[in-house]
């Protein structure tokens, strides 16, 4: 078998960075395809967001897009439009919700979609300006573009999740897995920073059958591991499906505390959903 080693050093290939802009765009493509032929009953399709549909969840990838275009070529007026996002989430709950999704229930489902096919492209194209080492604003601090461009690969495919499960259609596992799963790797610190927790000195081993049936691995530990389909660890880390729910093989007591509260993206922290 094929054994695949994924590291955090692959961003310092130029290759990989083109690479991961060009899996960005076919991830986005693999969604528009999705919803491009929605009647307007089909965009109000309920998702396992609560409170979201479908229309919600193409709309807020068209907030969170424009909010990386200007983060890509305009560090102060990100910073204005972060101290605007940071002001709702202390005001309430439904300030938030409407600052991330109420201008899309303005709209009908195409104009949405295509609100957010013009503010995805925008984000590509100013990515694609950038050298992957430039370092580049975010909501949790400064990034190299190669990692703000996985984070957007990771947010496109998450609430495409969604959508794919609102609408009941098979979401195609991919290669492009591969940047997910590295992110939910790497943001294991953050994990435990988010809740006040220590991280313990132990790493953990992760193994995952990629859909090529090859191998992705991380880490050197022999008694904590993760093993198991690289689309379930990405469903888990993504916070898309509860553990109990995927067919991984969680032993030892670090991988099973760091499972149980994997969240492989920024903001608040968010607990698993209920198992089905």
């Known amino acids: 078998m094929l054994v695949t080693v994924h590291r955090a050093t692959v961003g310092a290939v130029p290759d990989a960075y ?18 491009e032929a929605l009647d307007e009953d089909g965009w109000l399709t309920p998702t396992p967001a609560e409170g ?15 909010l990386a275009s200007t983060a890509a070529t305009d560090a102060d007026g990100f910073a204005a439009k972060l101290d605007e996002l940071m002001a709702s989430l202390a005001a309430s709950p ?82 492009r897995l591969r940047h997910i799963a590295d992110l939910g790797v790497r943001t294991r610190p953050h994990a435990y ?22 191998t992705w691995e991380w880490g050197e530990s022999t008694t904590n591991f993760v093993r198991g389909d690289a689309l379930d660890f990405c469903l888990v880390v993504t916070q898309r499906r509860n553990p109990a729910d995927t067919a991984l093989d969680v032993t030892g007591p670090v991988a099973r505390e760091w499972i149980d509260i994997a969240q492989a993206f920024a903001g608040p922290v968010t607990d698993h959903r209920p198992p089905a």
């Not at 991961?20 to 969604?31: F, G, I, K, R, T």
């Not at 100013?126 to 080492?133: F, K």
């Open 94 to 175: 439904a300030e938030l919700d409407a600052r991330l999704v109420g201008e899309g229930r303005s709209r009908t489902g195409r104009e949405v979609l295509e609100w957010w096919r013009a503010s995805r492209a925008a984000t590509i194209d100013a990515l694609r300006g950038h050298d992957a080492r430039t370092r580049l604003p975010w909501i949790v601090g400064e990034m190299s573009a190669m990692s703000f461009a996985t984070a957007r690969m990771m947010e496109t495919w998450a609430h495409g999740q969604d959508v794919f499960d609102g609408l009941g259609v098979e979401h195609p596992a991919t290669a």
């Open 18 to 35: 083109s690479d991961l802009l060009d899996d960005l765009a076919d991830e986005q493509a693999s969604l528009d395809a999705a919803v």
């Open 52 to 66: 979201w549909d479908v229309r919600d969840s193409i709309a807020h990838l068209a907030v969170s897009e424009d």
């Open 193 to 214: 920073r988010g809740r006040g927790l220590d991280l313990p000195s132990e790493d953990v081993r992760v193994e995952l059958t990629a859909p090529d049936d090859s």
